[in-house]
């Protein structure tokens, strides 16, 4: 069989049949992509099981019977580990107890989604356990973001899963986002859209404002825990990809020292775009903020397209966005963000 025949024998293999390549980068060397738009688990099904860890920051217990509730109202039957709270300084329960939380998620034969309690800080506490851990056999949707960004970047990049970037259960339940966010996550994960346009993007460079269609995978999340990959065994590897972007009460001049590390670290050298989701407060003294204009700054001093994507973020409106699969982004004047589930 000549080369060209047996790539695409292995490309309509993959296409008809969900499961993950081991190791990623083959599909890679035969598509040459990094991720497969297949491995999107079919929609959740009326009473299926959804693993609920928390990773990062815990909460007060009397949270757990709000999420049963929301979650069975979803028609969804949560899974959530006794002791999924415990003594830490810092986390919702010790290192070790957290990942095996996250572990049994991994490798739950009776599961495919996976929903952060929160973020905070926590996750990266864990890579050190994960990156010795076996990927298991059927790949598992994580939904989360915030601190929960470094779990996207491994399974991502180690793994070559795809992950939702969405609001953790406590926003949801705590009505810290709008019921028009919940609507379109809800319909995400339950299948009623399985494509959607982002559109209204803001050109905020000449590059963006140029009609183009960009095709490539979309990473990232959080600008402070992207920063805290670098130099790490899971640092954001950008080549040939979309790169998004957000963070919560940073001011600008920090947001600028960070995009100063980004762009002196080579991180932006061979990315197709930068997103921008939402740079929820970060106020100064004064009550004015810096952030739009360093974010300005930046855009026009880096030749590739920066846009802005406003609802994507820490905000009351937080739509979820896929990561670590391809999307379509139209540059332009009416630039907008494209993906197929």
């Known amino acids: 069989m000549k080369a060209h025949a047996w790539k695409v024998c292995i490309r309509e293999t993959v296409s008809r049949v969900r499961i993950p390549l081991s190791p990623p980068l083959m599909y890679k060397a035969l598509n040459g992509a990094d991720f497969m738009p297949s491995l999107w688990p079919l929609p959740l099904k009326k009473s299926e099981n959804i693993d609920v860890i928390a990773p990062a920051f815990g909460y007060f217990p ?5 999420i049963e509730s929301f979650l069975s109202y979803w028609d969804l039957h949560p899974l959530i580990p006794e ?6 300084i810092l986390c919702a329960h010790a290192d070790e107890i957290r990942f095996n939380h996250l572990y049994k998620a991994l490798n ?8 952060c309690l929160r973020g905070g800080y926590g996750s990266t506490r864990l890579l050190s356990f994960l990156k010795d851990m076996p990927m298991p056999s059927i790949p598992k949707l994580l939904i989360g973001s915030s601190d929960i960004t470094a779990l996207h970047l491994f399974l991502n990049q180690k793994w070559g899963w795809p992950s939702l970037h969405a609001a953790p259960l406590k926003a949801l339940v705590m009505n810290e986002i709008s019921e028009e966010s919940i609507s ?12 959607k346009k982002h559109d209204h993007l803001i050109p905020l460079n000449s590059a963006a404002f140029q009609k ?5 995978p979309i990473i990232g999340g959080n600008l402070t825990l992207i920063e805290s990959s670098l130099g790490t065994f899971w640092q954001a590897d950008t080549f040939g990809k979309i790169i998004f972007l957000e963070d919560v009460d940073e001011r600008g001049y920090r947001i600028d020292r960070s ?3 980004f762009s002196q670290a080579g991180l932006f050298e061979h990315a ?7 740079f929820i407060g970060g106020k100064e003294k004064d009550g004015t903020s810096l952030i739009e204009p360093v974010l300005q700054r930046f855009a026009n001093a880096i030749p590739i397209p920066v846009l802005k994507m406003e609802g994507i973020g820490h905000g009351f409106v ?3 966005l896929p990561l670590g699969i391809p999307v379509v982004l139209e540059t332009g004047e009416n630039s907008s963000l494209i993906y197929q589930l």
């Open 259 to 261: 995009l100063v590390h």
């Open 184 to 195: 379109g996550l809800k319909a995400l994960l339950l299948g009623a859209q399985t494509r």
């Open 83 to 88: 002791d999924i709270f415990g003594a830490d």
């Open 318 to 320: 937080d739509s979820p």
């Open 108 to 115: 739950n034969q009776k599961s495919r989604y996976i929903w």
């Open 272 to 278: 197709k775009a930068i997103i921008f989701g939402d």
């Open 62 to 66: 009397d949270i757990l019977v709000k």
């Open 212 to 216: 183009r269609s960009v095709n490539a």
